[in-house]
């Protein structure tokens, strides 16, 4: 008899940490099972390491939203809890945006005005190389000493080429 009630207060305690816990377990799985499968994707083609984080990325957010949701605490405080990580989120879209957008408009902006093309040799402030890329957000150039250097379209709109 004592047995039994020693067991049950036992499972009434820890029953509030059984969502929470396979919750927690279920992202850790998650994130092993992607590390898994960008490790084989990455001996068959080239390392896509934009799209391993951004992947990473949404399952850390998915988790931390359903752990969060599956917390034995109040509707109000899971609410508060919700608003402060979507306030963070925010924030740092904020505060990254500028460069980017900025980046990619010089981006356009260079690629429109047709400055320099691939193989063009080219000198930027300090360095002077030739172009080897030119992306949405940078340009690669290849140094006089054979190291590839990546300069931020931004800025190469700044300085005269």
């Given at each position: ?29 998650f ?11 990455k ?22 939203l ?25 924030a ?14 010089a ?11 691939n193989?063009?040799?080219i ?28 300069i931020?379209?931004l ?7």
């Amino acid at each position: 008899m004592i047995k039994d009630i020693s067991k049950q207060k036992a499972v009434n305690f820890l029953e509030p940490f059984f969502e929470p816990g396979l919750t927690l377990i279920l992202i850790i799985l998650f994130l092993i099972l992607n590390a898994w499968i960008f490790k084989k994707m990455k001996t068959v083609q080239a390392p896509t390491t934009i799209t391993r984080r951004t992947v990473f990325f949404l399952i850390v957010l998915i988790g931390t939203l359903v752990f969060i949701l599956s917390r034995p605490i109040e509707q109000n405080i899971k609410g508060q809890i919700l608003s402060f990580l979507g306030i963070i989120i925010s924030a740092g879209i904020a505060l990254s945006s500028t460069t980017v957008l900025g980046n990619l408009i010089a981006g356009i902006m260079n690629n429109s005005m047709n400055r320099f093309r691939n193989g063009d040799l080219i000198r930027v402030a300090d360095f002077q190389g030739r172009v080897t890329e030119k992306g949405a957000f940078h340009a690669e150039i290849q140094l006089e000493d054979s190291n590839f250097m990546t300069i931020p379209n931004l800025f190469i709109a700044k300085h005269p080429v």
